[in-house]
């Protein structure tokens, strides 16, 4: 999903070309501590200057159509709390964690 960013600039985000400067890992937490943290992690990587972050949501089961955070975290990307603070967000590369990943481009605080 992008707003103000050109095709050149999304496909290498897509690609995995712009690497991420922060992480943060989802892993094991449910949907309200999972939020807050994104929403605390994204804040403060964009008032430290950050680029591109990578957010590790897990694939959660397949069988289950993927988990709960995967699912959700594409929605909470782009709700109005965060959506002035992202430009654009994709499925990460294979190596660094695949559909289980996620690449956000933020914008300059």
Known sequence: V??????????????????????????????????????????????????????ITGRGKISQGGGILQNQTPKWLNSPLLRQGVIAFSAAQVRDGGSGAIYVLLRKS
Not at 27 to 34: F, K, P, S, W
Not at 41 to 51: C, D, E, H, I, T
């Open 2 to 55: 992008s707003g103000d960013i050109d095709r050149r600039t999304m496909r290498a985000l897509r690609r995995g070309q712009i690497r991420p400067e922060d992480r943060l890992d989802l892993h094991g937490m449910n949907q309200d501590e999972a939020h807050g943290s994104l929403v605390k992690f994204l804040q403060r990587s964009q008032a430290n200057g950050k680029k591109c972050v990578i957010i």
